[in-house]
T-cell receptor, first 116, second 113 residues
Framework: GAVVSQHPSRVICKSGTSVKIECRSL??????MFWYRQFPKQSLMLMAT?????????EQGVEKDKFLINHASLTLSTLTVTSAHPEDSSFYIC????????????FGPGTRLTVT | GQNIDQPTEMTATEGAIVQINCTYQ??????LFWYQQHAGEAPTFLSY????GLEEKGRFSSFLSRSKGYSYLLLKELQMKDSASYLC??????????????FGGGTRVLVKP
């Protein structure tokens, strides 16, 4: 099956610093990647949809200047949390889709971000 | 917009059957997914329904009625490892929506011995 990796799996950073999370599709070309955030005991909340080579589409309430998304190639998307604050501490999950008629999204293992 | 409802929590006994209901109201519809998510892990795909009816896959079955905006996930012969959250997700349709998924709040299933 399709494999999506995320790096790092866990990161602890100080308030005010920036953190970059990578999402890679290892064995297929991902025309679309999605970024989700999940707080404890809550469901996944879509943050943004990213299509290769174009600007990401952000969901309402998600600050695009704070959560920078880059999808420069068909196998890599990055999410950068800029000037992180403790309230940004969360589980960030990406998923990838090959698009077209494919209906399935393949999820990465997630990145646990803790901002101190 | 999208609105997806499912129970918050369910408890069942090992070996039993549990049915998780999901109702949805969406502006577009291009399929309904069920995912399983263990605590601290990413979701894993269980099933996909785009036409009315029952899809069976081993111990798991999923049913869809598009006219009623209703689906259920049936878990048979429950095992302890089935303790997890089960997410009902609707795929929006159309180019503008970009086939994004809208997740329900998830149902936490606790399997007891």
């Amino acid at each position: 099956g399709a494999v999506v990796s995320q790096h790092p799996s866990r990161v602890i950073c100080k308030s005010g610093t920036s953190v970059k999370i990578e999402c890679r599709s290892l064995d297929f070309q991902a025309t679309t990647m999605f970024w989700y955030r999940q707080f404890p005991k809550q469901s996944l909340m879509l943050m943004a949809t990213s299509n290769e080579g174009s600007k990401a589409t952000y969901e309402q309430g998600v600050e695009k200047d704070k959560f920078l998304i880059n999808h420069a190639s068909l196998t890599l998307s990055t999410l950068t949390v800029t000037s992180a604050h403790p309230e940004d501490s969360s589980f960030y999950i990406c998923s990838a889709s090959s698009g077209g008629s494919s209906y399935e999204q393949y999820f990465g293992p997630g990145t646990r971000l803790t901002v101190t | 917009g999208q609105n997806i409802d499912q129970p918050t929590e369910m408890t069942a006994t090992e070996g039993a059957i549990v049915q998780i209901n999901c109702t949805y109201q969406t502006s577009g519809f291009n399929g309904l997914f069920w995912y399983q998510q263990h605590a601290g892990e990413a979701p894993t795909f269980l099933s996909y329904n785009v036409l009315d009816g029952l899809e069976e896959k081993g111990r798991f079955s999923s049913f869809l009625s598009r006219s009623k905006g209703y689906s259920y996930l049936l878990l048979k012969e429950l095992q302890m490892k089935d303790s997890a959250s089960y997410l009902c997700d609707v795929r929006d349709g159309g180019k503008a929506a970009g086939n994004k998924l809208t997740f329900g709040g998830g149902t936490r299933v606790l399997v007891k011995p």
